[in-house]
Nanobody, 117 residues
Framework: QVQLVESGGGLVQAGGSLRLSCAASRLTSSNYDMGWYRQVPGKEREFVAAITWSGDSTYADSVKGRSTISRDNAKNTVYLQMNSVKPEDTAIYYC???????????WGQGTQVTVSS
């Protein structure tokens, strides 16, 4: 069974940085578009950043310019580096994988990020 396991969340002060990781197992990540989403209780899950199987990346306006998504296909891992974090970045961050052809999708269990002001 495919597994996506996020790590790197925690408590960080506003203005600081964090790096989230998503390790995939039982899939070949190079065949998948990978992404990060986040959700605050009571709100819908929202897009944060994505990177295609070929390496093209996109970002939500809310994180553009202070975040970088990257991938290491040899490690089946995708990363999200966030700098200059803000209290409004507080959320549960989820990793997502979508097959580049068949579009079957998988989600991780999420990792909590809390930014203190």
């Amino acid at each position: 069974q495919v597994q996506l396991v996020e790590s790197g969340g925690g408590l960080v002060q506003a203005g600081g940085s964090l790096r989230l990781s998503c390790a995939a197992s039982r899939l070949t990540s190079s065949n998948y578009d990978m992404g990060w989403y986040r959700q605050v209780p009571g709100k819908e899950r929202e897009f944060v950043a994505a990177i295609t199987w070929s390496g093209d990346s996109t970002y939500a306006d809310s994180v553009k310019g202070r975040s970088t998504i990257s991938r290491d296909n040899a490690k089946n891992t995708v990363y999200l580096q966030m700098n200059s974090v803000k209290p409004e970045d507080t959320a549960i961050y989820y990793c997502n994988a979508v097959h580049k052809l068949w579009k079957n999708a998988y989600w991780g269990q999420g990792t909590q990020v809390t930014v203190s002001s």
